[in-house]
């Protein structure tokens, strides 16, 4: 990352610690920021892997399940909860990466969707713990390691805060480790990453793991903001808003996917004071104005005009 | 010989059929998706909502002018074909050298809108469609009383189905179309208007889905929800088959649904799934499909 780069995020995040303070509603923060993990969760497997999964949904609805469900009735604490969750996603991811790596490209993204919907269709009727139609409602945030109260939203906010700046500082980590380099290898050219000698379906399926322990991990807190886990949040109309907001942000760039995420979440809450159930069909515009139009996202649009800027620059004149 | 395994022999051969009336449609529409992922390299996702779009093709104009069922057969497919042609010339048309992920991408953006206006208009409930009158009663077959509205269903959709099979495999135009599939740039070379074929081939798919709407229209309940809940079962069924071929696609297509009315007798919990579960065992046993081949 370099200065200018580094500049901006300090500034977002300066951003994100004021925000509450200058009337900016903590509810609608919380919310973006809980996407904006889940995106980030999802741009590791699309952007630097190349792997379309279909079915992200199901690990961040399920996670909020799990969480929802260990912190409602039984009891645990709020970060205890969080960890099964989280735990329970990566189990999922395991399975259902283990199928379906066994397929490249599109097929990837259809088992992947057709796997979710199982899972889904699995919460539907296992309706004494999920509640089925219903779901799980009036969840409590309880205590913090058992001290802290997360009741207040200000309180919880700055935990939900402190969670996502430490999933950004881990996908950094992970994208520009070693293996990072190898998942974008894979990404730009599989049989060349094959005939190297790396073990390709392994880089892939750690790479899927990761991705749905951190979607779950999204989820499991989205489920403690809002009080609530449904089906909504396993459905697979949930896995393409994680792709409208990756894509919209920037695919496999560090900024894309939480701008993304701010911008679908803040339109959603724009547009459904104003438009009510028409925000579906706008959303599917946007979605389709965006592949057509405009595949680099915000972020991939800004750091090409950069790019353009300074080859002209450095051009002696 | 009135029970088989435990079970009633009329039950069992009853849902047997009414697995072939839903294989039947899982094999229209899987058809739809091999024949467009073959020329045009896109997963159309779309394809539920095309499929939903002719039901209300046929509903809306017995609603509205009172069009009978038979010329909705007609109408159906035109309409939603006619869309077809319509997306592909404005939109689909500039991803085709890109990574078919993003034609994945815009089908869904475009399901989406689809599903969302008609959500909009009629809510999530569903409107019926009586059968036509020619076509009600039930017929005693000896072993079984088959509503006569499912086997026309089941015939019907045969006939499309390798009329289909027919025209791609057996005629000239079949040809030139898996000749574009192979080899679009050598094909125009000879002269043929391959972005023509392309933007036909799209909207034949769709007249498909769309023909499969209207059929469907009186067996279930028409709503804006009918295509999402079918087009992930339809990709399943099109993983278990693999894309290449297009008699696979049938044949699979076919096969499920008689398999899922085969689990709706013994374990019904599970018949809702166990086209995702035989999907993950043929994954895990043959990576490249039933009738698909490596790559």
């Known amino acids: 990352m370099d200065r200018t780069g580094k500049l901006a995020w300090l500034v977002g995040l300066l951003l994100l610690i004021v925000a509450p303070f200058i009337g900016v509603y903590p509810i609608f923060l919380m919310t973006a920021l809980c996407f904006a993990i889940f995106a980030m969760a999802f741009n590791l497997l699309l952007g630097y892997t190349g792997l379309l999964s279909f079915g992200h949904a199901a690990f961040f609805g399920g996670a909020a399940y799990v969480t929802g469900w260990l912190v409602h009735s039984q009891h645990w604490t709020p970060e205890l909860g969080l960890i099964a969750g989280t735990l329970a996603a990566g189990a999922a991811g395991l399975v259902i990466g283990l199928i379906a790596i066994r397929r490249q490209g599109i097929y990837f993204a259809m088992v992947t969707l057709a796997l979710a919907q199982l899972l889904a269709f699995g919460f539907e009727h296992a309706t004494s713990i999920t509640g089925g139609e219903d779901g799980i409602q009036g969840i409590q945030r309880g205590k913090l390691f058992g001290l802290v109260s997360l009741d207040s939203d200000l309180a919880l906010y700055f935990f939900v805060l402190a969670v996502f700046v430490a999933v950004f500082l881990f996908v950094l980590r992970v994208v520009h480790s070693p293996y990072g380099q190898v998942l974008k290898a894979i990404r730009e050219n599989e049989p060349r990453a094959i005939s190297l000698g790396y073990n390709v379906d392994r880089y892939k399926l750690l790479a899927f793991v990761l991705s749905a322990s951190i979607a779950g991990l999204g989820g499991g807190l989205k489920s403690l903001v809002l009080h609530l886990a449904t089906l909504q949040d396993v459905r697979w109309e949930q896995s393409g808003e994680v792709i409208l907001m990756t894509l919209l942000g920037g695919l496999g760039t560090f900024a894309g996917p939480v701008l993304g995420a701010f911008t679908v979440i803040g339109m959603q809450n724009f547009l459904s004071d104003r438009v009510g159930s028409w925000t579906g069909v706008i959303i599917g515009c946007i979605f389709v104005l965006c592949v057509v139009a405009f595949r680099k996202g915000f972020v991939g649009e800004l750091l090409a005009w950069q790019k353009r800027r300074k080859a002209k620059g450095g051009k002696p004149s | ?295």
């Not at chain 2, 499309?160 to 057996?170: K, M, S």
């Open chain 2, 1 to 295: 010989m009135t029970e088989l395994f435990g079970i009633p022999i009329q039950a069992l051969f009853g849902q047997l059929m009414l697995g072939l009336v839903n294989g039947s449609f899982y094999a229209m529409l899987s058809l739809g998706l091999a024949v467009i992922f073959g020329l045009l390299g896109v997963v159309n996702f779309a394809h539920g909502a095309l499929y939903m779009l002719g039901a209300y093709v046929a509903w809306f104009s017995m609603d509205r002018w009172g069009i009978s069922y038979w010329w909705a057969l007609l109408l159906g497919p035109l309409v939603v074909g006619a869309v077809g042609a319509l997306l592909e010339r404005t939109l689909l048309k500039r991803l085709y050298k890109l990574d078919p992920l993003y034609g994945l991408l815009l089908t869904f953006g475009l399901a989406l809108i689809i599903q969302g206006v008609f959500q909009q208009y009629y809510g999530s409930s569903g409107q019926d469609y009586s059968s036509p009158d020619a076509l009600q009663g039930a017929t005693n077959l000896g072993f079984m009383v088959l509503p006569n509205y499912r086997g026309w269903v089941i015939i019907a959709s045969l006939v499309v189905c390798f009329g289909t099979w027919f025209l791609i495999e057996r005629t000239q135009l079949g040809a030139l179309l898996r000749a574009g599939t192979e080899n679009p740039a050598l094909v125009q070379a000879f002269g043929v208007n391959v972005p023509l074929m392309v933007t036909l081939t799209y909207a034949g798919g769709a007249a498909l889905a769309g023909l499969a709407g209207v059929l469907a229209a009186p067996v279930i309940q028409v709503s804006p929800l009918m295509g999402s809940n079918l087009i992930i079962i339809v990709f399943a069924v099109v993983v278990i088959g693999g894309m290449g071929s297009i008699l696979g696609s049938i044949i699979t297509g076919l096969a499920l649904g008689l398999i899922e009315g085969l689990t709706r007798v013994f374990y019904p919990e599970a018949s809702g799934i166990v086209v995702f579960v035989i999907m993950a065992v043929v994954l895990m046993i043959r990576p490249a499909g039933l009738f698909g081949k490596e790559k």
